[in-house]
Structures are given as C-alpha cells and as structure tokens.
DNA sequence: CCATGTGTATCAATACAACAATACACATGG
DNA sequence: CCATGTGTATTGTTGTATTGATACACATGG
C-alpha cells in the first residue's frame, strides 16, 4: 500500500489517529488489503501528510492490538496473515450500522422524506460523487 | 418541549453540549419545534439527564448565537421568532450531506454492494428499527 | 559492520469537556 | 412584595485525549 492512499482530514474532528485505524480496518474487511500487504512506513504517511509520525504509530499499534497488523522488525508493519479480511457481508455491514442510525436519527429529526435520502445516498454510492 | 423529548448519551464520543445543540437545530428546521415553543429550563434538563446544567446553558447559549433561540428573561429559552423554522427541504438535505458522504465512503472500502446499503437505510427510517 | 530504515517508549504540552459551587440579574406570579 | 424560577458569569478542578519532540532498540542489507 501507499501513503498516498491513506485519505486523511488533518482539520476533521475526528482524530487523525482514528481515521487512520478505521480506514484501514475497512479496507482489510473489504478485501481491498490482504494479508501480507506490507503498509507504508510511518515516516512515510507522516511525510506525506504533513502529520506526527507517532500519530501514525498509534494507529498501526491499535491496528497490531485488534491482530489486523503485525510487525515485522526492522522491516514495517504489515497486514496480518492472521486478519481476518474479505469479511462475509453481513460482518461489513455491521461495521457501519452506527453510522446508519445516526443518519436514521438526523433524517427523522429534519423530517427528510426516505425517497429524497435514499436517492441522494444511492447517487454518492455509485457516482462515487 | 419536555426534557425526557431530548436524546443525550452521556457515554459517547460527541461532547453533550453539542449533542444538544445539533439535535435542537434539527427539530427547529425540520419543524417540529416551531417558532414561540418554550424550551425545558437548564435544571430541568440537567435534572432529568444527570448532567451539569452549565452545560446545557452552554448549549442553548450557542443556539441563542445562532438565532434560533431566545432568551425570555426571567422565563427561560423559547425558539426565535426570527429563527429560520421549517427549512427547504433541499436546505434541509444539506445538514445531512456530511454524514452522506463519510457514510458513502465507508461502503466503498468495505465494497459494500449499494443494494444492500439501501435497503437497510430503508428498514431504519421506515420502521424507525 | 554499520548506515539506514523500521516501530515505539517516554515525557511534555496543550486543549477540551464536564463538573462543582457560587453568586448574580432578572421577570414572573401568587 | 417577594419567594421562586429563569439563564449566566465566574472560578477552579478533574479527567481525558490528542499531538508532538526526543531518544532508543532493533533488523535489514549493501
């Protein structure tokens, strides 16, 4: 993987540290990292970034705690031959169940008719944009 | 509008005044809290939340600054006249557009298929569960 | 063998949220 | 009139989280 591949909002609420792990949590559930990628070096995402390389350190650890990473010394932290990825569907799904209640909750609240939130989600999802 | 009507988890990441304030605009562009609605005293709030009423002070004061409440000395906040209630549907769309997006981004990385995001989007503004 | 590249332990700086305990100015309403 | 109920300013404390700077242990590889 490359550093550049990490999307990062260094100005977003949500911690950097956090952006990282969920993202790459993500990409290991969905198939996109297998087991055995080997991630860019902190150094590198934080370079390219313009952050802390110890921010990028926390991730990967948190990363290396849930058995999604593992070290390789002296060579970097890669995907763990023992993640669990290319999760079955239903698993990815709950990952963004909180997610979808929110939305749920916030849609209610503003009266939003479905038709109108589903159109404009089904728009983001398969345009991309 | 009655204390137990406001949704507070004290547990979670997203600070309690903010809480309140985002869930407070909604109702008011949404219109379910229409201009002239007198909103429960900071005590009662905090009261029924176990909560710090300077915090929902704080909360109210923020929504005070944005023109949708105001103070009626010595009665407590009630929705502005003024406060722009019963929002456009598409200005109402464009408070949700955020958490559209972050949502739309985590199914991609989870190469989630559009179909099944939508159908249970569907389920949880439909029947609410 | 040792320069170079890993990750990270440690400590500090900062910011923020929430709570706590008052005290205050003000208007209502019996 | 004045007890009662508004919101709020103030000050201080606590707990937590995030980020950052530095130094370190370690393995690789020419």
Known sequence: MDASSLTI??????????QIVEQVRRLIAGGQLPPGELMPSV????GFHAINPMTVSRA????EGEGLLERL?????AV???ARSAR????RMSLIEPRLHELARAARELEL?????LRRLDQLL???E
Chains 1, 2 share one sequence.
């Open 43 to 46: 150094r590198e995402v934080a």
């Open 73 to 77: 010394r002296g060579t970097g932290m």
């Open 60 to 63: 990967y650890s948190l990363l």
């Open 9 to 18: 909002a260094p100005g977003a609420p949500e911690p950097i540290y956090r």
């Open 126 to 128: 398969e345009n991309g």
């Open 80 to 82: 763990a031959q023992s």
């Open 88 to 91: 079955p569907e239903a698993e």
């Open 113 to 117: 008719p479905a038709s109108r939130v």
